[in-house]
């Protein structure tokens, strides 16, 4: 690899941008290929750029065959993905280790300390702060998910608030279609716009007619895993 392309990589996993390193495997030539950006990079066809984005959408690296008859080999380099979860409830303590089980890096966020505990939650990063605080210096990406579970405007909105600036690919907020009705009067006076709201997934999770708090949180990894996988 050279060092360009070496540099260049290294400053991209700093800036946790998603990306792909493509090897010709007849020059071994190499050429990185970035997910966030929609630009026709280093001159390759739509074919290409098309299927490389695919690979770093589906997290998988493999052999990439053209319809010319060129072949490369796609190395997919992503930054980690990451959970969020605003309160340390009953739900939050089957969601963290399914979500886990799934790949994410879970924080799991509650400032009443009583809640966020090593015992509830063992193994599970934990923080007492307040959940805007802990999201804007977090670094939110395109590979981050935040759930709001609290049922508690004061602690979720300011959640709600920090992730709707930011390019999550998720945001998930508990509550019925009565709660959410209210959230979204809080947050029109807020500033945020309809569209913006609209990327709130509430209430949260696929309608699978969970009522156990495990089934719930099934239905919120599904709903999470559905995004990240089909936009």
């Known amino acids: 690899m ?9 400053e991209a996993r700093k800036a946790k941008r998603p990306m792909a390193l493509l090897t010709d495997l007849a ?23 098309s299927s490389v984005r695919k690979s ?7 052999t990439l065959e053209t319809d010319a008859g ?5 190395h997919v ?30 924080t799991v966020i509650d400032p009443r300390g009583a809640f966020a505990t090593d015992e509830r939650f063992p193994g599970v990063t934990l923080s007492n702060e307040w959940p805007d605080t802990v999201l804007e210096a977090a670094g939110l990406d395109a590979r981050t998910a935040v759930v709001t579970l609290t049922h508690d405007p004061k602690i979720d909105d300011p959640a709600l608030n920090a992730a709707l600036k930011a390019n999550v690919f998720y945001i998930g907020a508990l509550g019925s279609t009565r709660t959410h009705a209210k959230r979204v009067e809080r947050l029109l006076e807020a500033g945020f716009s309809e569209g913006d709201i609209a990327r709130i997934h509430a209430p949260v999770g696929l309608d699978i007619g969970s009522i156990l708090h495990a089934e719930i949180a099934v239905s919120v ?5 559905e995004s990240l996988r089909r936009g």
């Open 77 to 106: 380099h992503n930054p980690p993905l990451r959970l969020f979860v605003v309160g340390a409830v009953h739900i939050t303590q089957a969601l963290a280790p399914m979500a886990a089980l799934a790949g994410y890096d879970v």
């Open 27 to 49: 020059t071994g030539i190499q050429h990185l290929i970035f997910g966030d950006d929609d630009s026709n990079q280093q001159g390759f066809s739509n074919e290409i750029l």
């Open 70 to 74: 060129s072949e490369y080999f796609v």
């Open 2 to 10: 050279k060092r360009t392309t070496l540099n260049t990589l290294l």
């Open 221 to 225: 990894v599904g709903q999470m895993t």
């Open 56 to 62: 770093i959408n589906d997290d998988k690296s493999g």
